[in-house]
């Protein structure tokens, strides 16, 4: 080329350099230095922008001369910085306190921070526990004052059981109201293992009354809201792959008699006849039964932001292996959504999609039992026995139907599981207005699909058909939760007031549908009649809220629902709730400015009241008999119906739920120390509760409104920054919830007829140790006194003669103790030193107790060698001590069973490194989940949610590698 052409090509290029250059630069927080990953780089008016990697850096290609770098990040003021030829640019974020007043959700709708007067909690994905999670809810455990997160067994795919404050019912559902991405699920179907927990971006718990008012007649129990995670605007094409690999093994085992000590107390107590049922083996049954298992969890992520379009999707692969032989999770997941924004933004379009398959491997529990009780003598394999197994036999050769099973022989003649598809879709529409600045219309339709087809199958030679009915059963059918509601939201400043004004009104329609058909055989193995269930119902509701601002001081809030529900007859079908609360902003009193430490601090309380209806059945205001009466059948082809009888309706309305609460929300040392302080009263009236009816019908049973309750409590939380500084930083946090629950009525409605004393739970198992009083907690334990010897032993049969009339029988019970924890809490701790990190939860609970029925019903020498049958029974090793020498009613009811449930678990423990790579992010981590339990609890594990420990799917430890791609 000569020199000419040369020069000419050159002139002809420098203006698409001057108009294509690219930058490149780190962005930091001005206040510590670190890193700020993931703030968006954007050229200003166009879709060409960038975001920051694991060190801040970024890389903004073709930026025009003229052009405006728009650097901004979340909780950070925006900085715009004219492009004049730099080749370099570092941007220090400062924050902003504009900024870090978050948006938060409430009800229908959202919020500033600083204009919430209810008590609510947000959970946030950088704050979710730590590992390979597979249920949701475990993202939360410990994590929310007054949120209660009982660990999930070791059951695959178990989740765990959520209580806000304890819930408000006895019988009725206790659990919250869930809204995912707006829609409301069917809590007989809020399956949350169908949410992939790596698509959740936060938890929003509303937990008072003022709060849940909104929602009506299901919020008595609190409301949680997930919202799963969004795409960006203005970001490059952004790819993830995250695995997780995990090993699990149970902890410990039930502390029962070895072969050897079995042979010898069985020597000891036992009759000739009872010797010679001595086997030549030693067996751990429990060994048998339990294996060590895997996890492993994958999920691809992918993510693009345009100026007015932003997209992201997820694929998420969970495979997960019990540690009880034969029990199985699998699930695959995709979770998608798009928002599109149109007309100058005016419109904003959210489509999220859903999808799970679940494949479900269901073990034969019942073989946890069998293995504490079968005889550890015994051998494991018979080839003489049903497939193999060793069995009992009665003399006519079949296998005895009395007698317990062989626990490997249960776990491998049965074929059991579930298949569960779903999909939840939601599509939002948010309109502002055109020339009516705060008007903005917002329509949510959505629908949750589910198909299940759940089958058992037990081999016909197993010996097991006789004792649980049908060998081979299956069912199937669907689910479907649709939702269309709408609002309007108004926002205004009143500048002659200095205070501003929100308002919200709308409507909401949902309907739920079930169907199924259920297939089964009678024990000869012939089939029977198909079973078809239909259930539908309907809710309708009304709401309107109204938020007040007065000079930036005084934060009004009152919201009103007027609710339907079909669950109900027309006369108690439809109920009005409301809520008020107040919010005085402390921070903006001139005297609190000006203190110098204090940056935030605002005085909170409301009133509210709540309902609820999720009775369980459908169409049960319509009037129908009973099997305990008198029926008249009409005969139709060749199948009989029972005609419906009047006099067995009970007029049922819902549950109402009345709810005091103050609460204190505070900030020190530019928030390096913060956190909240609420204290609450809550009664709940018209209990919904299915027993005995009132006098003149005895023996007949409905579902009624029987009673009331009353339960107060003080939830603490706070937040400290133990250092801030560019290479090391470290926060702990920590909640504490003191809760208290008493009956403080048990009466029939109207007539204020008593309610017959019918202790709840079942019998064989909880023996009916716990019953409901007046002015006692629901989880009371009643018992007899144990008398206790010299030693500190029990003395056997030897019990306190309360009434002192000589005779130990039902007058002589107490209550004792309770199966509520008086307080739960949780601590956590996030640590980072340049590109280490670390992280930890710790949970527990004091002031609660079980009922250990697992030694209640085998610690004494009747339970060994008194059956009815050729076997004998293996024991918990406390008969060694305790030598308890029969088992009369009244030792099933002994106090000696009753054990502090006081524990301390470190829930997980993380460590992870981050490498230093220029085109990917890689960070890998190692974390143990249920490291550790100290607990004086004699038993399996401390955390039961019922008080009563029936010898539970042991929940396991794990070990859990982990590498994470960022593309």
Known sequence: ????????????????????????????????????????????????????????????????????????????????????????????????????????????????QENVTAAQTTVSDEEFNKGAVVSPGSLIAGKAAGVQVTAATGRPGDGPRIRVRAGSTLSANADPLYVVDGIPLDSRNA???????????????????SATAIYGNRASNGVILITTKKGKFNRELQIGYNVQFAIDKNTDDVDVLTGGQFKTLVNEIGTAEDIALLGNASTDWQDRIYQTATRAIHNITLSKGYENTSWRANLGYTNQNGTLKTSGYERASINASVIQNLFNDDLKLTLSVQGALEDINSADEGAIGSSIDFDPTQPVFDPNGPNGFFEYFQNNGTVDPLAPRNPLGLLNSLDAGTTNDQIRTTLQADYQIPGVDGLTLNGTAGIDYNEFDTFSNRLPNSGVGLTTGALNSSSNGFRVNQLLNGRVDYKTDLENLDSSLELTVGSSYQEFRRESVSFSQDNTGAPVQPFNAFNKNVLISYFGRAIFDIKDLLVLSASISRDGTSRFSPDNRWGTFGGASAGLKLTNLDFVQESGFVSQLKLRGGYGVTGQQDIGEDFLFIPRSTPSTDQARVQIGDRFFTTVRPELTVDLKWEETSQWNVGLDYGFFDNRLSGSVDLYTRDTEDLLQFGPLAAGSLGNFALQNVGSTRSRGLELAASLDLIRAEDFNWEIGGNLTFNEIEITDLSLGENDAPVPQTPVGGAGFNNFIQEWAVGADPTAFVVYRQVYGPDGNPLDGIFVDRNGDNVINSDDRVRYKKGNPDAFFGFTSNFNYKRFDMNFTLRGAVGGYNYNNVRASRENADAITENPGNWLNNSTDGILNDRFSSAPLNLLFSSEYIEKSDFLRLDNLSLGYTFNTDKIGIRASVTGTNLFVITDYSGLDPEIGNGVDQAIFPRSRGVIFGLNFEF
């Open 1 to 112: 080329m000569n020199q000419k052409l040369k020069i000419a090509t050159l002139l002809l290029l420098l203006p698409l350099f001057a108009l294509a250059q690219t930058v490149r630069g780190t962005v930091t927080d001005a206040s510590t230095n670190l890193p700020v990953l993931g703030a968006s780089v954007v050229v200003q008016g166009t879709s060409n922008g960038t975001s920051t990697d694991f060190d801040g850096n970024y890389t903004l290609n073709n930026v025009p001369e003229d052009g405006i770098i728009v650097i901004s990040y979340l909780g950070y003021a925006t900085q715009e910085i004219p492009y004049t030829g730099q080749q370099t640019l570092n941007i220090a974020l400062a924050e902003d306190a504009a900024q870090l007043d978050a948006i938060v959700l409430i009800g229908y709708g959202e919020v500033r």
């Open 191 to 209: 399956n949350l293992n169908t949410i992939n927990p790596a698509d959740i971006e936060s938890f929003t718990i509303l937990k008072d009354a």
